[in-house]
């Protein structure tokens, strides 16, 4: 059974950092491709940053030089570091992993990140 299990949202003040972990079990986590998006109130999910099983990555302009994903193999786990976070970033953030040849796409619950002064 797969699982995705995120860790490590919570309140921030505006400029200050999170980060985020997900935990991966039940399928062969260096295969796939891995992404972290949200949902903010009102707004639809996006993609926040990706990271392929080659390691390549791509991420929204909205956070590009604030937020870094990286993945580690050996612990199936998925990060995403939040630095510089504005209260635009306040959203429930969710992981997912999908098969490089489409077809099987998993997600996480979910973990608010709420920032505010």
């Known amino acids: 059974q797969v699982q995705l299990v995120e860790s490590g949202g919570g309140l921030v003040q505006p400029g200050g950092s999170l980060r985020l972990s997900c935990a991966a079990s039940?399928?062969?986590?260096?295969?796939?491709?891995m992404g972290w998006y949200r949902r903010a109130p009102g707004k639809q999910r996006e993609l926040v940053a990706a990271?392929?099983?080659?390691?390549?990555?791509n991420s929204a302009e909205s956070v590009k030089g604030r937020f870094t994903i990286s993945r580690d193999n050996a612990k199936n786990t998925v990060n995403l570091q939040m630095n510089s976070l504005k209260p635009e970033d306040t959203a429930v953030y969710y992981c997912?992993?999908?098969?490089?040849?489409?077809?099987?796409?998993?997600w996480g619950e979910g973990t608010l990140v709420t920032v505010s002064s």
């Open positions: 990271i392929s099983n080659g390691d390549r990555t």
């Open positions: 997912n992993a999908r098969h490089p040849g489409g077809g099987q796409d998993y």
């Open positions: 039940g399928y062969i986590f260096s295969f796939y491709n």
